[in-house]
């Protein structure tokens, strides 16, 4: 079992950044592929960001492409979104998640542990 708890949303203009880290704890950590999705009012939940167990691959959204980055500190048993350049429609809660496996990362259904969520709002 792992425990993911997010943290770091909040309120910001466009064009401003945001920080989100999330946690975890439970079993090894270093084991897991982590990913970042978000979820907008009235609408699906979508793929943000990806890493892989060492932080060597990463995956993004074209929506976020150039404007966000994830990374991980295995050892604070953390992963980290960076957020830059803010826009009105990056407005939503974003969950982190883990998963064992590499397939079909940006397949929500795969991952196997996700957090409770940190609302981030994007003023215009």
């Known amino acids: 079992q792992v425990q993911l708890v997010e943290s770091g949303g909040g309120l910001v203009q466009a064009g401003g950044s945001l920080r989100l880290s999330c946690a975890a704890s439970?079993?090894?950590?270093?084991?897991?592929?982590m990913g970042w999705f978000r979820q907008a009012p009235g609408k699906e939940r979508e793929f943000v960001a990806a890493?892989?167990?060492?932080?060597?691959?990463?995956y993004y959204a074209d929506s976020v492409k150039g404007r966000f980055t994830i990374s991980r500190d295995n050892a604070k048993n953390t992963v980290y979104l960076q957020m830059n350049s803010l826009k009105p429609e990056d407005t939503a809660v974003y969950y982190c998640?883990?998963?064992?496996?590499?397939?079909?990362?940006?397949?929500?259904?795969?991952?196997?542990?996700w957090g409770q969520g940190t609302q981030v709002t994007v003023s215009s």
């Open positions: 890493i892989s167990w060492r932080g060597s691959i990463t």
């Open positions: 998640a883990a998963k064992g496996s590499l397939a079909s990362v940006s397949v929500g259904d795969t991952y196997d542990y």
């Open positions: 439970g079993r090894t950590y270093s084991n897991y592929f």
